[in-house]
């Protein structure tokens, strides 16, 4: 069965310094997202992107973050220089565009602990 | 505003018994409803979902959900509780916006704690 994939599973980083959490979506879906779930608290949605482009953010992603989708796998959440607060589970998802109802759901990857020290 | 509220914030029961986790949003547009399981160090598994017709959903893992529009609920049930079941369960809402991304807004997840 296909499913999403993200790397690293942990990521201890200093405060300060960029990290690249990446993640590989199912294959034949359009939609892409990240979600981030700080320790003990609920999942928040960060972005989606679609077309090359991110087609909503929350006000959480700001500018010291970013996404791309380098090539036809990859989809990448870049943080430009990290705090303390930013440490959490991130969690990357993705959604096909077909008709019916498998097009409204979103299959997450495992998650990516990130550590800021 | 969208929302969604767990009200329970951590279950237990025993082996055997019945189980019910509740689920209410607030969500302007037409609802699509999700329950999704997470096992400690692990991702969200998707157990269920709802986007119309029969308001009885089933899942997996022997789960079954009720979509009950006039009390904005979508409350998550299991007649016989495994020592396998116990996980954070995160209720989620969302909607298929064309301009928009269809993101997920989950609630604060009920841990569900199961003894012998």
């Known amino acids: 069965e296909p499913e999403v994939t993200q790397t690293p599973s942990h990521q201890v980083t200093q405060m300060g310094q960029e990290v690249i959490l990446r993640c590989v979506p199912i294959?034949?879906?359009?939609?892409f997202y990240w979600y981030r779930q700080i320790l003990g608290q609920k999942v928040e949605f960060l972005v989606s992107f679609y077309n090359n482009e991110i087609s909503e953010k929350s006000e959480i992603f700001d500018d010291q973050f970013s996404v791309e989708r380098p090539d036809g796998s990859n989809f990448t959440l870049k943080i430009r220089s990290t705090k303390l607060e930013d440490s959490a589970m991130y969690f990357c998802?993705?959604?096909?565009?077909?008709?019916?109802?498998?097009?409204?759901?979103?299959?997450f990857g495992p998650g990516t602990r990130l550590t800021v020290t | 505003a969208q929302s969604v509220t767990q009200p329970d914030i951590h279950i237990t029961v025993s082996e055997g018994a019945s189980l019910e986790l509740r689920c209410n949003y607030s969500y302007g547009a037409t609802p699509y409803l999700f329950w999704y399981v997470q096992s400690p160090g692990q991702g969200l598994q998707l157990l269920l979902k709802?986007?119309?017709?029969?308001?009885l959903v089933q899942g997996i893992k022997g789960f079954e959900a009720e979509f009950k529009r006039s009390q904005s609920s979508f409350n998550l049930r299991k007649p016989s509780v495994h020592w396998s079941d116990a996980a954070e369960y995160f209720c989620a809402v969302g909607g298929l916006i064309y301009n928009q991304g269809g993101k997920l807004i989950f609630g604060q997840g009920t841990e569900l704690s199961v003894k012998p």
């Open positions: 709802y986007f119309s017709g029969d308001t």
């Open positions: 998802a993705s959604k096909s565009r077909s008709r019916g109802t498998e097009s409204y759901e979103q299959y």
């Open positions: 294959s034949n879906h359009l939609y």
